[in-house]
């Protein structure tokens, strides 16, 4: 596609449940990242995704977050047990390796509620 | 630890003045300075980067400063416009031929009023 698309735009869950966010990158392009931005704060990174190589994780909360990607094109971050504080705008990046930060494009974003 | 921070969670300005935004870093690796700028229910947008071997880099009305002894970092926006009005983030990376991976500060919401 044209941009980076992301699914659902919002998400009303209550808590203790389970919930998948995807992410479809730029065709084509071979990293991809996770960001979160909570109510009044930056952009956290969560994790990042280059070709085959081992995903960087280091920016996971907790064990009840994870992700994949398949195929090298899609992503999928799941949080398992949400809690209130799991309530942010979660954000999909994507861009060619070798334009490192230049060549981010950003989704529009998954704004998820905790209730 | 906030390595990132932008101190002034909002601006606001006069049309047709100049708009500054102003953003501290605290991890001498970082190489790579960025801002974004971000619109309500829009993903973040890239705007300019400087390199830390540069201490100015200019595209149209944009100018970003850097001043690594004080690690600072400042973006002019001149003459500012409505639709400039925005949420700013100023971004940073260590690694950025390696990962491209950015940390974020929190953000300067800035208001252009005609």
């Known amino acids: 596609g044209a941009g980076v698309s992301q699914s659902p735009s919002n998400k009303v869950t209550e808590k203790g449940k389970d919930v998948e966010l995807r992410c479809d990158p730029i065709?084509?392009?071979?990293?991809l990242y996770w960001y979160r931005q909570s109510l009044g704060q930056g952009l956290e990174f969560l994790i990042y995704?280059?070709?085959?190589?081992?995903?960087?994780k280091s920016g996971l909360p907790s064990d009840r977050f994870s992700a994949e990607r398949t195929g090298g094109s899609v992503s999928t971050l799941t949080i398992q047990r949400t809690q209130q504080e799991d309530s942010a705008v979660y954000l999909c990046?994507?861009?060619?390796?070798?334009?490192?930060?230049?060549?981010?494009?950003f989704g529009s974003g998954t704004r998820l509620t905790v209730v | 630890d906030q390595q990132v921070k932008q101190n002034s969670p909002s601006l606001s300005v006069q049309e047709g003045r100049i708009s500054i935004l102003n953003c501290d870093y605290t991890?001498?690796?970082?190489?790579?300075f960025l801002w974004y700028k971000k619109y309500p229910a829009e993903g973040p947008t890239f705007l300019i980067s400087?390199?830390?071997?540069?201490d100015k880099n200019e595209d149209g009305r944009f100018t970003v400063f850097l001043n690594k002894s004080a690690k600072h970092l400042s973006l002019h926006i001149v003459p500012s416009q409505p639709g400039d009005s925005a949420v700013y983030f100023c971004?940073?990376?260590?690694?950025?031929?390696?990962?491209?991976?950015?940390?974020f500060g929190q953000g300067t919401t800035l208001q252009v009023k005609p």
């Open positions: 991890n001498s690796m970082f190489d790579y």
């Open positions: 990046a994507s861009s060619f390796f070798s334009e490192g930060p230049y060549g981010y494009t």
């Open positions: 400087i390199s830390s071997i540069k």
């Open positions: 065709s084509g392009h071979t990293a």
């Open positions: 995704f280059q070709g085959n190589s081992a995903p960087d």
């Open positions: 971004a940073a990376s260590a690694e950025a031929g390696n990962t491209g991976k950015l940390i």
